[in-house]
């Protein structure tokens, strides 16, 4: 199928706009969202409460055919618990626009 359904978690409760005819869209919670998903793309600011947002726990929950891709800032992504999931293969795929540190070391 073609279809793709929308999606999102969004802790202050605040209701998403989407344009008519869009496909389905859902607000769920955090939890719900990350073992469902095939996509995670989180796009959220960095304020102290999403600092560290993302981390090993979050991928643990995810399903091991997931695409993590951070379009965030940096620091919304515990990089250690990355590392470990993607040596895990706790997910499939990590695209990162950002990370932190900023460039990653080579080991």
Do not use: W
């Not at 891709?69 to 515990?78: A, F, L, P, Q, Y």
């Not at 618990?81 to 499939?92: D, Q, S, Y």
């Amino acid at each position: 199928s073609n279809d793709c359904d929308i999606v999102y978690s969004n802790p202050k409760g605040m209701r998403c706009n989407f344009i008519d005819g869009t496909n389905d869209v859902y607000q769920t919670d955090m939890a719900n969202l990350l073992s469902t998903c095939d996509a995670i793309i989180p796009l959220c600011p960095l304020t102290p409460t999403t600092t560290g947002l993302i981390g090993y726990s979050s991928f643990a929950t995810m399903k091991k055919t997931a695409i993590f891709i951070n379009m965030s800032r940096g620091k919304i992504v515990d990089t250690d618990g990355l590392t470990k999931a993607l040596k895990e293969k706790l997910i499939r795929h990590a695209i990162l626009d950002t990370t932190e540190p900023e460039p990653l070391p080579l080991n």
